[in-house]
């Protein structure tokens, strides 16, 4: 029954990490639904390794490029240059505002956001935002031309998803679209933005609960590790084909049931 319990978080972080429709309230209500624990802040964040090898795996011809820059022409070497600038830029917000959280409110979550009802709100409010999104104009800023102050706006944004339900990916790659991305340089700019944020967290949740980290079985943990980096990699590939010719109108409506169907069953 743990290796079943395991797998299924596992399956549905790697599934719903990038895909946006927020893996931490999917955790909280499938694992309710399915008649499981509820994994917990500490848990989640560890099975979230998972996503983080799955997004260097996908991601690694980008950034091994980062290593080769003396090798590449003037104009790539100053890409990648600014694009890690921008990283870091984008990272700043996520780290001071779940750094205040984590140490003056720690159980903050826990207890309040955490709750079915905090989760279907939330979720119909992105996707209220998810559909101003979609119906912006669409613009012309890329990962090539974009501004530092699109790095900061976007990593602004991506702080706030330290709140159950809000998705990482769908505030970070809605508010890329109402401010003039692409849609697929949104999205891969959202993924490898996601690198820093994602590990950060699961580090902290590593070492602020060490102590518990011994109670979890070894290999359920390592099938829960597994079917994470394995269905991430399937969401990213996912996500970066159909939302390129499809855009959000999916996920928006996926959201408002979620939401409402949460509602009715409070």
Not at 90 to 117: A, D, H, Q, Y
Not at 135 to 142: A, D, F, P
Not at 196 to 225: H, K, M, N, Q, R
Not at 254 to 265: P, S
Request: charged share 15%; no cysteine; glycine share 6%.
């Amino acid at each position: 029954m743990e290796y079943l319990e395991f797998f299924l978080y596992g399956l549905i972080q790697g599934l719903t990490e990038f895909i946006p429709v927020s893996s931490t309230a999917h955790l909280k209500v499938i694992a309710l639904v399915l008649g499981i624990d509820d994994p917990g802040s500490s848990l989640s964040a560890i099975i979230q390794l998972g996503s983080i090898f799955a997004l260097f795996w996908y991601f690694r011809k980008d950034i091994f490029k980062f290593r080769s820059q003396s090798k590449t022409s003037i104009f790539d070497s100053f890409l990648h240059q600014r694009l890690l600038i921008s990283i870091l830029i984008g990272t700043i917000p996520i780290v001071l505002l779940g750094g205040t959280v984590k140490l003056f409110i720690p159980n903050f979550f826990e207890k309040i956001l955490r709750s079915n009802l905090s989760i279907a709100l939330v979720s119909i409010m992105m996707s209220i935002f998810m559909y101003i999104a979609e119906k912006s104009k669409k613009g012309s800023t890329n990962i090539k031309n974009h501004n530092y102050s699109d790095s900061f706006l976007i990593g602004l944004s991506q702080a706030f998803a330290i709140f159950p339900g809000i998705s990482r990916s769908g505030v970070t790659i809605s508010t890329a679209l109402v401010s003039g991305w692409e849609r697929v340089d949104a999205a891969k700019f959202s993924f490898i933005l996601g690198i820093p944020a994602i590990s950060i967290a699961a580090i902290v949740e590593l070492i602020t609960s060490f102590d518990g980290f011994y109670s979890f079985s070894f290999f359920p943990l390592i099938l829960g590790l597994t079917t994470t980096f394995v269905s991430s990699l399937f969401a990213i590939d996912f996500l970066l084909k159909y939302f390129s010719s499809n855009g959000l109108k999916l996920f928006i409506f996926y959201r408002i049931v979620f939401g409402v169907v949460i509602l009715l069953n409070l």
